[in-house]
């Protein structure tokens, strides 16, 4: 039998997917191969969206159809062949917030282990049975608190809830959370039916009154005789009353809509579970302690702590205590490698950073023990200190020896120096972008033609500070919040000042407090990277507003006059102009038995989001349509002359999204483009006052390139008279700014004071801080 040699590359033909063009590339397994290239030049339609969802589809054509309907599935990749290919793990920034119930635990899937250790371990009162594992989870209903269901808090209608303004009349709308329309108008009709008064101040009716209209458990029939409408006819009917608290707390326990939940939550207040505290557990489960504490207070520990308290009270005790401690122990480690020693393992999972998120992933597979696999990640290093970015690549290289392919979208050069391939994409973003520069060993890169990447890799550029003098400043006094503990700062004024230190160290909280505001500040932006809209409804075009100016230029034409079309008709919200069939989506979704459901463009427009009469309006021959399908940068030139329009397209190219469609719904979005857009949004406006902006980590996600272009809009909002804060890990970014706090000394309960403060070269002569060798590294020689 001929011998058949193992190929040691993946070798891929024709990828096209998004902006790739027919791609052709080999790449090495068992490899630390980083992915390079500027924002929106396809590297992860390679990565993600060409290499793991192959490897995905793979696996799924080995499961059962009514099994992979169960499944979250990737797009079947545009692409000719893949070959050598092994299974795969996709490590990406997550979009979608994790659930409420989910905690740091959950996540690093320590949570169970802490629980079979109290049910194994723990001590018991007297007389008490052993409990199962899962009467110490509150998601449990073995475990949960009867009263919050494990929630901790219980939601309450009370009359200030319900009833925020009581000098309205209930005419006037002073029960706030009843439903609007005919809903509400029915039930005014109720009341005034039953002899009271809809007319007079809320705070002067009876408080009895008061009391039985927002709690009573009667539900009284009476005939309603409505007001005569002009030009309808209405006719007396039997109308039950119901009270606003049963209708407020049927609208958010039995609502399927999460907008209509939500709605309700706003007029309901939170209180601590009156039974368990807040603690969310059955009083059978917190009377069980661990070395004098019960499950909660070892989960609000840092992890750090709770592995130094287990080793103290475990060492090496033998049978089940042994083994569950060692492996709680273990798993810990791991995630202090990755610098995430000062979280609690009982913290919400929605508080964590898409960085922690990702590094808790992480974390989880190197215990796996996999070898074979590809894994694929997503900027390991995006909310990561320079401090611990060797740490972190100690766990990459840990999972390289094991026999396991490492693929990473990197822009930190400092760990695409580390890497043994590199593969760069470009040369621009978009319709610029989309091919392969260059493939193969890093240093080889030095002599890639056309890639951007080349001189961040090898010669970076320094940015000196502009050293503006402050021109006052805001004092902020006895913050607390998460890890401060009455923390005083003062901020100046009318500079760009960036907050420094390692993750957990503090920097958002003060960004938080910060908030707040003070005097000199007429006007506070928090420019974030959570999404532009929650629907892909929501787009670069709508959020900026230059939408409203395109649509009236549409309105605007001879064609649409003729019509007698307005605005309105131009908008794929509303009904009129948008096509019927999708509301104007551009897609329907494909109920198919036994498989997920799928979406595929509208049969009627083919995706255009518009019905056939609107798409024949045109302007300067283009569709409305054909508008949203421009990028930033093709409608800059095409709408040159179009004020209203300009002035967002060139706030949109000007912080590096030109690539991205007009029309490109915000569910595509990463955090790093959608705070971009808020910025660009706010770039466009005329200065109004003095505005503090505040930016957590708005370089997460840029190639070193796009980064320069974004810092230097935001050297010109302070030009402008604004002043700007910015949470930072990149020191590029740091050494370029006017003034520099650095917190810490560590993260969590050993962070939350300023370490340093002033100019970048004062803080990188700082002994005391772990944020200085790596700004004084990127001063510029001689500072």
């Not at 008279?721 to 050993?750: C, I, K, Q």
């Not at 700082?766 to 001063?779: D, H, I, K, V, W």
């Amino acid at each position: 039998m001929e011998r058949v040699d193992h190929d040691p590359y993946l070798r891929v033909r024709g990828a096209r997917l998004h902006n790739l063009r027919d791609v052709d590339v080999e790449l090495p397994r068992d490899a630390l191969v980083a992915f390079t290239g500027v924002s929106g030049s396809g590297k992860s339609s390679l990565a993600f969206g060409t290499l793991y969802a192959e490897a995905q589809q793979r696996y799924l054509e080995s499961v059962a159809p009514y099994a992979r309907r169960l499944l979250q599935q990737a797009a079947a990749p545009d692409v000719d062949e893949v070959s050598g290919m092994p299974p795969a793990v996709a490590l990406r920034q997550q979009r979608a917030a994790p659930s409420s119930r989910s905690t740091v635990g959950t996540l690093a899937r320590t949570s169970n282990t802490l629980r079979m250790l109290m049910s194994r371990a723990g001590d018991y009162p007297e007389g008490a049975e052993r409990l199962d594992s899962d009467a110490f989870s509150p998601n449990t209903p073995a475990g949960a608190c009867p009263r919050c269901e494990g929630m901790g808090a219980v939601l309450e209608a009370t009359e200030e809830s319900m009833v925020p303004d009581p000098s309205l009349s209930i005419a006037e709308g002073a029960i706030a959370c009843w439903p609007g329309g005919w809903q509400g108008k029915n039930l005014r009709e109720i009341l005034e039916t039953l002899g009271h008064d809809v007319h007079a101040p809320w705070r002067d009716l009876p408080p009895e009154l008061r009391e039985w209209i927002l709690f009573t458990d009667e539900r009284p029939v009476v005939t309603v005789h409505p007001v005569r409408e002009a030009h309808r006819i209405q006719r007396p009917y039997q109308g039950t009353y119901s009270s606003a608290e049963r209708l407020l707390m049927q609208a958010y326990a039995g609502s399927k809509s999460e907008a209509r939940r939500a709605k309700a939550a706003a007029f309901l207040s939170s209180e601590p579970c009156p039974d368990c505290g807040g603690r969310r557990l059955r009083p059978e489960a917190l009377a069980v302690t661990f070395a004098g504490r019960d499950v909660t207070e070892l989960a609000a520990l840092p992890m750090s702590d709770l592995a130094a308290l287990l080793e103290e009270h475990t060492g090496r005790a033998e049978g089940g205590a042994g083994v569950l401690a060692a492996d709680l122990v273990g798993r810990i480690r791991v995630l202090e490698r990755l610098g995430l020693g000062y979280l609690s393992t009982g913290r919400p999972a929605p508080t964590l950073s898409a960085g922690e998120t990702q590094r808790l992933r992480m974390g989880t597979q190197l215990r796996s023990g996999l070898f074979g696999v590809a894994y694929v990640l997503d900027e390991p290093s995006a909310g990561l200190h320079p401090a611990d970015t060797e740490a972190m690549m100690e766990v990459l290289d840990g999972l390289r020896r094991a026999g396991n392919s490492v693929f990473l979208v990197e822009h930190d050069m400092g760990i695409v120096r580390r890497a043994d391939w590199a593969v760069d994409v470009g040369p621009g973003a978009g319709a610029r972008g989309g091919r392969v520069l260059y493939s193969g060993p890093v240093d080889g890169l030095r002599a890639a033609e056309g890639s951007v990447t080349r001189r961040h890799l090898f010669d970076p550029p320094r940015y000196a500070s502009r050293g503006r003098a402050p021109k006052g400043w805001l004092k902020l006094r006895g913050a607390a919040r998460n890890n401060l503990r009455g923390l005083d700062a003062d901020l100046p004024l009318g500079v760009f000042t960036a907050l420094t230190g390692v993750s957990g160290s503090g920097k958002s909280s003060l960004l938080a407090e910060l908030a707040a505001g003070g005097p000199g500040i007429d006007r506070v932006v928090e420019v974030d990277q959570r999404p532009i809209g929650r629907t892909p409804r929501s787009n670069p075009a709508t959020y900026t507003g230059m939408f409203d100016a395109v649509r009236r230029l549409f309105a605007g034409t001879e064609e649409a006059r003729a019509r007698g079309y307005g605005a309105g008709r131009f908008s794929f919200n509303v009904d009129g102009g948008r096509c019927t069939t999708c509301q104007g989506e551009g897609f329907v979704s494909v109920e198919l038995l036994f498989l997920p459901s799928s979406h595929a463009p509208c049969p009627d427009c083919k995706g255009a989001r518009y019905g056939a009469e609107t798409l024949e309006v045109a302007y300067r021959g283009v569709s409305i349509a054909q508008v949203l399908e421009m990028t930033v940068e093709e409608a800059r030139g095409f709408f040159a002359d179009v004020p209203a329009a300009a002035r967002a397209l060139r706030a949109l190219d000007e912080v590096g999204v030109g690539y991205l469609r007009l029309g490109q719904p915000a569910t595509e979005l990463s955090g790093g483009e959608a705070q971009r857009i808020k910025l660009a949004s706010e770039l466009q406006r005329g200065r109004r006052g003095h505005t503090l902006y505040l930016l957590d980590e708005p370089t997460t996600g840029l190639h070193p390139a796009d980064t320069a272009l974004l810092v230097d809009r935001l050297q010109d909002l302070v030009d402008g008279g604004a002043t700007v804060v910015a949470a930072e890990h990149d020191m590029d970014v740091a050494a370029g700014a006017d003034h520099v706090v650095d917190l810490g000394p560590g993260g969590g309960d050993a962070g939350g004071a300023i370490v340093a403060q002033g100019r970048p070269v004062d803080v990188a002569a700082c002994p005391g801080s772990r944020t200085a060798p790596f700004l004084r590294a990127r001063l510029p020689e001689g500072a």
